[in-house]
């Protein structure tokens, strides 16, 4: 067996400890075992340098039972134990557990309590003065805490400081780095007693353990009509301040035979010129750092019983909000125009927004540049045959017939139009945007107001 001297195991836990890789990255950088560089830094953090050098001599019966008797009160595994009582081998451990079930290990008198256990040990086994940490030692461990901490609170940072998290959150989080940091750091970090974590741990293995969290899918599932796929059901459970993973809720929502209704491909309609046509300003930067400086239009067409419907939006790019619309039941001159007007109204001052558009006849007739003009909005318009130049108008039309007209039946166009009304409201209000850090567009703009 290759034997590595006391130099190599504290480079190798050095590294670890400044971040300098994880476990996986440094055991094939320095070729060793994924369990050595683990087993190592866990030994290092509970003992110093002493932790690396490999312990060897006899363990009384007691000692054996007091280890056995930690393990079953806080559930550790054997390279934990191992690293708390400085036990060379862990293995050596799991010998120890199954002697003590065939009944030939016995201590003279009764199992002491965990406390009493707990205060022997640090009795029977102080650290020696050649185990002290160094400065660069004690630098480098302050590191790994302070790493520990901002895991923690990455995780955690959607749902607020610690003390407004519940103890299973916490423990969960604790959970999911646990095996990157050392339980007492992240313990400490949470404000989490050790049982309460252990309880917790308990309760989050049990088999009903998603059941709260099937509920709560189902519930987004259902409200939205089945239009919310993995990522915007996570974020609107974390919006209601629960802690739950995306890869959680995708697995949950196969298991529950669930998945975002399939988007149908678009309808899509050949316009001619007429007059002549604006530069195009916006150049496909769709951003805008704040609301009525970049709108985009189009118009789009519904069928339904043999007769057409036509929509005709604006919509604001600050916050992808439609901000007017208008429908007919012919696309003429009056469908924009009547448009525009409903649209100047959201504007305050003189200085009004960029509004791009398509090469559409439309938005060519000089009546419609002389109402921008009057309402001292600013013209754009895509280079020819290049739709990909009001993508973001085109994206709204996809998502509007796919979630909606697509997955509904019409009897009769009014039907229709009521329906456009309702789902333009529930986009404007109810439906979340992740680019809006999982907020609808209403709420994106009334939070920028208030700031």
Request: net charge positive; aromatic share 10%.
């Amino acid at each position: 067996m290759r034997k590595f001297d006391l130099r190599f195991k504290l480079k190798v836990v050095r590294d670890y400890l400044a971040g300098k890789g994880g476990y996986k990255i440094l055991a094939a950088k320095y070729g060793i075992a994924n369990s050595l560089v683990r087993s190592w830094v866990a030994a290092y953090q509970h003992h110093g340098s002493a932790g690396l050098v490999r312990q060897r001599g006899r363990y009384t019966q007691e000692f054996k039972l007091e280890v056995l008797h930690r393990r079953a009160a806080e559930n550790l595994s054997y390279r934990e134990l191992g690293a708390i009582y400085n036990i060379g081998n862990p293995h050596s451990i799991m010998l120890w557990q199954q002697q003590h079930e065939r009944g030939e290990l016995r201590a003279p008198q009764s199992l002491p309590s965990l406390d009493h256990s707990m205060s022997t040990k640090k009795k029977r086994s102080p650290r020696s003065p050649g185990s002290e940490l160094s400065a660069e030692d004690g630098l480098l461990r302050e590191n790994q805490r302070l790493r520990a901490e901002v895991a923690y609170l990455k995780k955690g940072q959607c749902l607020g400081s610690s003390e407004e998290i519940g103890a299973a959150e916490r423990a969960q989080i604790v959970l999911e780095l646990r095996h990157e940091f050392p339980l007492t750091d992240l313990l400490h970090v949470a404000q989490l007693p050790r049982s309460t974590f252990y309880y917790q741990a308990k309760v989050l293995r049990s088999p009903g353990r998603h059941d709260e969290l099937k509920a709560k899918i189902q519930a987004v599932y259902a409200e939205h009509r089945g239009l919310y796929g993995y990522r915007r059901i996570t974020a609107t459970i974390r919006r209601d301040g629960h802690l739950v993973n995306h890869k959680a809720v995708q697995r949950l929502m196969s298991e529950m035979g669930m998945k975002s209704r399939v988007r149908a491909k678009k309808f899509r309609s050949y316009r001619g010129e007429l007059g002549e046509a604006a530069p195009n300003s916006l150049n496909r930067e769709f951003a805008a750092s704040q609301a009525n400086q970049k709108w985009v239009t189009d118009v789009t067409e519904f069928a339904v019983a043999g007769k057409k419907l036509y929509l005709s939006p604006v919509m604001d790019l600050y916050n992808g909000e439609i901000v007017a619309y208008q429908t007919s039941n012919r696309p003429d001159f009056s469908l924009v125009i009547n448009m525009l007007k409903k649209a100047a109204r959201k504007c305050t001052g003189t200085d009004g927004p960029l509004l791009h558009s398509d090469q559409g006849w439309h938005y060519r007739m000089q009546p419609y540049k002389a109402a921008l003009a009057r309402y001292g909005m600013k013209q754009s318009m895509s280079r020819k045959g290049n739709c990909f130049d009001n993508a973001a108008m085109e994206s709204f039309f996809a998502t509007l017939k796919a979630e909606y007209f697509h997955l509904s039946d019409f009897d009769d166009i009014e039907q229709l139009n009521a329906g456009l009304r309702r789902y333009i409201d529930y986009y404007n209000r109810h439906r979340i945007k992740l680019k809006l850090g999982g907020m609808s567009p209403m709420e994106y703009r009334l939070r920028a107001v208030s700031h």
